[in-house]
């Protein structure tokens, strides 16, 4: 019985997979309880952000996972449980959210992780744990996109392709409150959505080319890559650049050159000083994160199989309370 008791003690929930498949081989399990190492926390999650990395990886199409069961999920809000050694800016009981470790494993689908301290920034007072959960990956990836590689300045003209998405809406509302002309795209049903971020005029994608209506565009956001990366080329101004989320292609390079245009490419990476600035702009309502649907853990691979369809305005987030 007493070894019985330690094997309980000693884990925790989460959901695993025993190898890529599609949404139903997700499974709830039990794994090891993450003990902090040098300069990291333990974190009792109370929310997990569900990104496209998350099912693109349980098929086999993400990140390439080196052994068995596997946790998936990065985005997490929780409250401090347990101190490593070597942490000085946070202490038990805080409430943090953060997207650790990425690309590798972070282990965010259960009760509790473990999470370098200077990866996570304190949750705003106010905030929900769905919404704070549902920041980090796409909030930390616009913001990438914008300031770090795109390097935006006030009075630019942005367009944001797929403007209502998870990425898309941050990025709107950073860009505006950072005093850019915000052009997004959108489906019809999205386009009150898409104004109330601030966005200044809404092209529907669906029954207007965007490469035929926008014009002199200082720099375009592109979450899709290929063709559609391509198209977006016709939109910038000389000298403009496309910011790309779906990594370097020699195709897209050759074709940028060829037009004097400029590219980036977006690989994001934890930065817990860049969450403090969008916690800042949460807690003061310059950057809210919207949630569509929140899941109990337990329906997990039903919230994948959502996201999947590729038709989510915002978040998809789980409750692990």
């Keep these: 019985m007493s070894g019985q008791i330690e094997v309980v003690m000693n884990t925790t929930r989460g959901v695993l997979i025993d190898g890529y498949g599609p ?7 039990r794994v090891p309880l993450p003990e902090p190492g040098y300069g990291e926390v333990q974190v009792r999650v109370h929310a997990a952000g569900i990104n496209a990395i998350d099912w693109l990886t349980r098929a086999g199409r993400g990140l390439s996972l080196s052994s068995f069961p596997a946790v998936l999920g990065w985005d997490i809000s929780g409250t401090v449980s347990q101190i490593g050694p070597g942490v000085t800016t946070l202490k038990t009981g805080d409430q943090v959210f953060g997207m650790p ?3 590798d494993l972070a282990g965010g689908y259960a009760d509790h992780v473990t999470a370098p301290a200077d990866s996570l920034a304190v949750k705003p007072d106010g905030i929900p744990h769905h919404s704070a959960a549902g920041a980090p990956m796409p909030a930390l990836t616009a913001w990438q996109a914008l300031f770090d590689v795109g390097r935006l300045s006030p009075g630019q003209r942005v367009l944001i ?28 049903g999205n386009r009150a959505f898409v104004e109330g971020l601030g966005a200044h ?24 890559g290929g063709q559609e990366a391509l198209r977006l080329l016709d939109v910038l101004r000389p000298g403009g650049i496309l910011v790309t989320l ?12 060829a037009r004097g245009l400029r590219v980036g490419f977006v690989y994001v990476a934890p ?32 919230a994948h199989m959502i996201g999947e369809t590729g038709h989510v305005r915002g978040r998809l987030v789980l409750d692990t309370t």
């Design 201 to 224: 005029e809404v092209i529907d994608y669906s029954t207007s080319p965007v490469e035929k209506v926008a014009r002199d565009i200082d720099m375009a956001v592109d979450p899709r």
């Design 101 to 103: 470790y990425f690309p």
């Design 271 to 302: 930065d817990g000083a860049a969450l403090a600035d969008l916690a800042a702009l949460m807690a003061v309502g310059h950057l809210r994160i919207a949630v569509e649907n929140v899941f109990p853990l337990n329906e997990v691979s039903a």
């Design 23 to 29: 949404p139903e081989v997700l499974r709830i399990g």
């Design 246 to 257: 779906k990594g370097a292609s020699a195709q897209l390079t050759e074709a940028v050159r």
């Design 161 to 188: 392709h797929g403007a209502a998405g998870g990425v898309g809406h941050v990025a709107v509302q950073l860009a505006v409150n950072a005093g850019a002309e915000v052009i997004g795209t959108a489906s019809a």
